[in-house]
């Protein structure tokens, strides 16, 4: 007798639209859910934005205040990032040219520390080509002193 009366209840319910309570609790639930996502989205988006230095979201005009100083932002941030790049680059090219030049004297003081004259290094590779000049040509070595 109970089973019948409760499979009565039943059906009476289901004919009565007693799926649509079931079908309404869980549009409930999903719109619950994706409540909660949004207000999770916004928490995240004030946080980031309290960084940044931007006011919370409350409404549409500062929402995309936010979005246009963003923009902005990244602007500025995309032309220090080449201006410093480009000053990297001078930099490196000038640390290449201070090492070339500390190669040259560097083998110039090690030059003049094996030899007893001071006379540059360049001008001791001339020496042996202008005294056979000399040698073979006196007239122009005695005309080109004097």
């Known amino acids: 007798m109970q089973a019948r009366t409760r499979d009565a209840l039943t059906a009476a319910i289901s004919a009565n639209g007693g799926n649509r309570i079931e079908q309404i609790r869980t549009e409930i639930a999903r719109i619950d ?16 934005a309290g960084a940044l230095g931007l006011p919370a979201a409350l409404d549409a005009p500062i929402f995309e205040a936010n979005g ?15 201006d410093r790049s480009n000053r990297l680059t001078e930099a490196g090219v000038t640390v290449r040219e201070l090492r070339q030049l500390h190669g040259e004297l560097k083998g110039e003081l090690e030059s003049l520390r094996q030899r007893r004259s001071n006379i540059p290094r360049q001008m001791l590779g001339c020496a042996p080509r202008c005294s056979t000049r000399c040698r073979s040509h006196p007239r122009r070595c005695r005309s080109s002193v004097n």
């Open 68 to 82: 246009r100083a963003i923009v902005e932002g990244q602007s500025a941030c995309v032309t220090q990032r080449d």
């Open 33 to 48: 859910a994706s409540r909660q996502a949004r207000s999770g989205r916004t928490q995240k988006y004030d946080l980031i």
